[in-house]
C-alpha cells in the first residue's frame, strides 16, 4: 500500500499538483470509489465530501475528476455527489474541477456529461434529471445553479416538467448566475453575474440580467 500511495503521489506530482493539495484527498473514498467504479484514479475525492453513488462514473483515460477540491489556500466546505440508480456522470477528454462546497445531484437515469478541460468554482449547485451537458473549457463562477427541471409539474398539460441544458465550448458563467431547463448557451459566450437564463443564448456574446438577453456581440474571452 505505501509503495502504491508513493506512486501515486508522484503522479500528482507531474500533474502539477502541490504536496498540500495531495494531502486533502479522502483517500479512503477515493480508493472506495476507484475499486467500485473501476476507474482507476481517475476520480479524486477531498474531504468534507458526502457520496451517495448508485448510478455509475465514468471518466476516460487521460482524463480526470476532482470533486470538492478547495482552493489552494482556502479550507475545505462540505460538498455532495450524489448519483441516483441509472444515473451517470461522464468525464472526457481532460481535467475537469469541482470545487469546494459543490452540490452534484443526479436524479434517476439522468446523465451529465463534461467534454474537456474546465473547472466549476465554489458551492455550485447542480441537480440534473435528464441531461446537462458541459462543453471543454468552461469557467463556472462561484454559488452557480444549474437545473434542468422545475422540479414541480403545473396542471398545464403542455407543461415540460424536464428539457435538457447544453453548455457549449468556453463558456464562462459569472458568480451566482442561474441556468434553467431547456437552455443552450452557445460556445464562447459570457454570462454576466447573477444573470437568469431562460432561453437559449447564441455564441460568442455576453448575454445579462433577468432574463438573460444578449448585450453585447462578437466577443471573445481568454
Partial sequence: MKAFLKNVHERLIQRGWHLRRVSRIAWGRTLLSAARHKQGLRVLIFSKTRTHIRGTIQVEKGSLLTVNEPWFFAAAEPGSLIIFPGASLTVR??????????????????????????????????????????????????????????????????????????????????????????????????????????????????????????????????
Fill in 93 to 222: 477528454n481532460g481535467q475537469f474541477s469541482f470545487k469546494s462546497g459543490a452540490f452534484i445531484d443526479i436524479k434517476d437515469n439522468a446523465s451529465l456529461i463534461i467534454n474537456g478541460e474546465g473547472y466549476a468554482s465554489r458551492n455550485l449547485q447542480i441537480e440534473c434529471r435528464e441531461r446537462i451537458t458541459i462543453g471543454s473549457g468552461a469557467a463556472i463562477g462561484p454559488d452557480v445553479i444549474i437545473r434542468d427541471t422545475d422540479s414541480h409539474p403545473l396542471t398545464d398539460p403542455n407543461h415540460k416538467l424536464t428539457q435538457p441544458i447544453t453548455i457549449g465550448d468556453k463558456v464562462w458563467i459569472g458568480a451566482r448566475a442561474i441556468i434553467l431547463k431547456g437552455v443552450t448557451i452557445g460556445d464562447g459566450s459570457i454570462i454576466a453575474a447573477g444573470s437568469i437564463v431562460s432561453k437559449s443564448i447564441p455564441s460568442n456574446c455576453i448575454a445579462a440580467g433577468a432574463p438573460a438577453k444578449v448585450i453585447r456581440e462578437n466577443i471573445s474571452w481568454s
